[in-house]
């Protein structure tokens, strides 16, 4: 059964109320009215509006909404994805349902780290390298003056404190080197946590993507000779549909069909020429009915 519903165009416009409200001579814009039903920005963007638009007071919709809360001339539906909508509608629930809420829950756990930045450390340890093998030569050669300079027995006072100095440097560029080699094994060890998270999500949207479209053939599968009862009795329909496959009819013709078999809990935004008066699209949706 519908229910009664109220409309507000705005603060200087007139309300109005019932289980058919007739808008068709208030020039207002469908899909201004469409997101009032739905309680949105019909900019898309959620910003107040000024001045405020349209208020229609009523349940918020289900989910089938979205796909045939608004029928009208030129519209477009993917009919399986309606019409699975229109069966959780009504309550209707899959095998694939208990699975599907958990890979939704891991993929909405799941962070996926930005990868980072694997140049930057891998050419700071390269520099570190060169210069600890740079002052390590340095090293042996001043040894090696050192040594001959002893056994010549020349002073080699100036040249010890040259090695020192040469030796302290030594140790600074390697614990530099050490201190690049943990940056580099840290961004790499990130580097793998992201690529197995970003798998991870693959993994998963892949399953989610497959469960889904398990779970909408089921449903479709269930209420499929409903529709395709609906679809013969569209008002201002194809004459014939008995040969065409019933998921290929496209426009407003499959929205009304879907739209037979759906439960609404709003009203439904008819601004098509269907049907002889609102009694009839209420009759026909099972749904209070804003003509536009």
């Not at 603060?11 to 007739?22: F, K, L, M, Q, T």
């Not at 390697?174 to 060890?189: G, K, L, P, S």
């Not at 201002?236 to 019933?246: L, V």
Request: with cysteine; hydrophobic share 35%; proline share 7%.
């Amino acid at each position: 059964m519908s229910e009664r519903v109220r409309f507000t165009p705005g603060p200087d416009g007139e309300s109005a109320s019932g289980r058919v409200v007739d808008l068709r001579d208030r020039g207002l814009d469908r899909d201004r009215v469409a997101a009032a039903v739905r309680r949105e920005s019909p900019t898309g963007d959620g910003e107040a509006e000024e001045p405020p638009g349209p208020v229609v007071d009523c349940p918020r919709p289900r989910p089938v909404h979205d796909h045939v809360g608004l029928l009208g001339p030129s519209m477009c539906v993917r009919v399986r994805t309606a019409l699975a909508a229109a069966a959780r509608s009504r309550g209707g629930e899959t095998p694939q349902d208990e699975a599907l809420a958990d890979v939704r829950e891991e993929l909405a756990e799941l962070t996926v780290p930005e990868p980072p930045d694997l140049d930057a450390p891998r050419e700071r340890l390269a520099g570190t390298d060169d210069a600890v093998d740079r002052i390590r030569e340095r090293v042996a050669a001043l040894r090696g003056r050192i040594q001959a300079g002893r056994e010549a027995g020349r002073d080699v006072n100036d040249l010890e404190a040259e090695l020192a100095e040469a030796t302290r440097e030594l140790s600074e560029r390697e614990t530099e080197r050490a201190a690049a080699r943990e940056a580099v094994e840290r961004a790499e060890r990130l580097a793998r946590e992201s690529r197995d998270a970003r798998e991870r999500r693959r993994r998963l949207e892949d399953r989610k993507a497959n469960l889904e479209r398990r779970a909408r053939a089921h449903l479709v599968e269930r209420i499929r000779e409903e529709y395709e009862r609906a679809l013969a009795a569209v008002p201002g329909g194809p004459d014939d549909t008995e040969d065409e496959d019933p998921f290929a009819v496209r426009g407003v013709t499959a929205a009304l069909a879907v739209g037979r078999v759906a439960a609404f809990r709003a009203p439904v935004v008819v601004a098509c020429d269907r049907f002889e008066s609102g009694a009839a699209a209420v009759e026909w949706l099972d749904a209070t009915v804003i003509r536009v």
